[in-house]
DNA sequence: ATCCCTGCAAAGGGTTTGCAGACGC
DNA sequence: GCGTCTGCAAACCCTTTGCAGGGAT
């Protein structure tokens, strides 16, 4: 991660923390820190073999308190892509995007599309309601390699 | 539900089992028509209830063995509103909509916007998938409530 | 010095699994 | 009768909680 970044998000994380009268901990500063080092989703296991094999230790109990801690400073994104375990990915400055999962070999691919903002808006106006924000997946298979069959996982019913 | 409505999905989970030579057993017709008889979103648990207090008795495990069958066979959509918790809905004749769900009080709302289909039009093109089901959720504040300090529940930093 | 935060381990809650008996085929 | 499906309970996995010690303020 570029410098400029590195300062940006611990600066906004300095800020939220004063802002909520939590104290400035070196784990939090290391976890956040460690978030922006890597690309793509992650989530809590992983980042704790990731920490584990460097010079911060942290527990899981930690990095669950303060992964919630990022998310509503902004800088987290928790994802659920249909699965009961929670991913994550850094959020500032990445470009909003959603996600298209496979089904048959769940690999993950972004896209972008601002229509979804219109749709957003309408939402907003006729539920009288403030979107914070928003998950769209798509689950789809991969037309090439189905008709191929190398993505041969799973079938379902309806590919008969 | 209508007569029309219950034969309907009947046929449709018996062509189903029959075409991947899976057992007619009673327990899946009577999951299949408690889950048709009532509206709105459940977990396994609440299924698992409403059946236990009928003449119906069935095991959480085949709730959950089944529950993937009628998934499969289209007759039922699974939701994960961002807990880690399974919510269902019927699937067959209901129109396709989307999710917003209150981040205050977790109350969830549905809306229909065809420009979705244009969004999931382009993205089958862009990444060349073709995609299976999706899932739209926004989470979101209620303006009004929200001012009136009615939907008081959680506040989140950015409403400082 | 206060008391919030951390690490550890145990508990929790939803889901899956193993196995013996039941039943669709 | 064979082999799958069911019910029960235990196991499993991710996440939360309780508690004692440590560090930020």
Do not use: W
Not at 61 to 88: C, M, P, S, W
Not at 122 to 142: G, P, Y
């Amino acid at each position: 991660m570029n410098e400029e970044t590195r300062e940006a998000v611990n600066r906004i994380l300095t800020d939220y923390l004063e802002a909520k009268k939590h104290r400035k901990t070196s784990e939090r500063f290391a976890i956040l820190n460690e978030i922006y080092a890597h690309d793509g989703h992650f989530d809590i296991e992983q980042l704790y073999l990731m920490m584990k094999n460097k010079k911060y230790r942290v527990s899981r109990a930690t990095l669950y308190n303060n992964i919630e801690i990022l998310v509503d400073a902004g800088l987290v994104i928790r994802h659920q892509f249909g699965k009961n375990l929670a991913q994550f990915e850094k959020a500032y400055k990445y470009k909003q995007h959603d996600h298209l999962i496979c089904t048959d070999c769940e690999k993950v691919f972004e896209f972008c599309d601002p229509r979804i903002q219109q749709i957003q808006k309408s939402t907003e106006e006729m539920l009288k309601f403030k979107v914070i924000h928003h998950s769209l997946n798509f689950f789809a298979k991969c037309t090439e390699l189905h008709e191929k069959g190398m993505c041969p996982n799973k079938k379902n019913y309806h590919d008969i």
